[in-house]
């Protein structure tokens, strides 16, 4: 997703999973809005993309929408988590028995969705396609309200607060096939944003 700041003067490159709710509410208040890319005018701008460790990545999003929308609420309403019929039975993912390893095992067999794509994809894309520099900014980054809040120019603090993920204190303890997995897909954003 492209976003565009109120100065017209940044663009800024959100992924699922990294920010994506935070930017939407943003939106929603007015203080950025939706891009397009245009070849025409995309060297008038900064380029920005926020990006976040892929283990962080993807276990956010096996505890959003796995451990709270399918296990707890028994949801699969959303695209990302119908996909996951076809690679396991309802009942199976339901169950205790399915764990971030069985999910993992589903990407193994070619499950894939926005939410855990590679954050390399859009980074690739204007950098090879326009030939423009594209500044990262590390979701980690002890700086990283300061950072986005002087790009925005808004205060970010009073925003997020509001936007709490529920699931983020929930600990999933990784093995070490999962963990040298989730290297080897994510090895391009290891190698590209120096993680």
């Known amino acids: 997703m492209y976003y565009i700041s109120n100065c017209k003067k940044n663009i800024i490159i959100i992924n699922f999973k990294v920010c994506y709710s935070t930017f939407e509410i943003f939106k929603l208040n007015g203080y950025i809005e939706n891009y397009s890319i245009d070849p025409k005018t995309i060297n008038n701008y900064n380029v920005y993309i926020i990006v976040r460790d892929p283990i962080k990545k993807i276990l956010s999003f096996y505890k959003d929408k796995i451990l709270n929308q399918v296990k707890y609420l028994k949801v699969f309403n959303q695209y990302c988590t119908q996909e996951l019929l076809l690679f396991n039975d309802k009942d199976f993912i339901i169950s205790d028995n399915y764990n971030f390893s069985s999910f993992l095992n589903c990407m193994k067999k070619g499950y894939n969705d926005e939410h855990i794509s590679k954050q390399c994809i859009h980074y690739n894309y204007i950098k090879n396609f326009y030939n423009k520099n594209i500044n990262i900014i ?13 790009i925005l120019n808004i205060n970010i603090d009073i925003i997020k607060e509001a936007h709490a993920n529920k699931t983020e204190n929930i600990t999933i303890n990784l093995s070490y096939d999962d963990e040298l997995f989730i290297k080897d897909y994510y090895k391009d954003d290891y190698k590209i944003f120096s993680y």
């Not at 590390?138 to 002087?150: A, G, P, R, T, W």
């Open 138 to 150: 590390k979701l980690e980054d002890l700086n990283f309200n300061n950072i986005l809040s002087n």
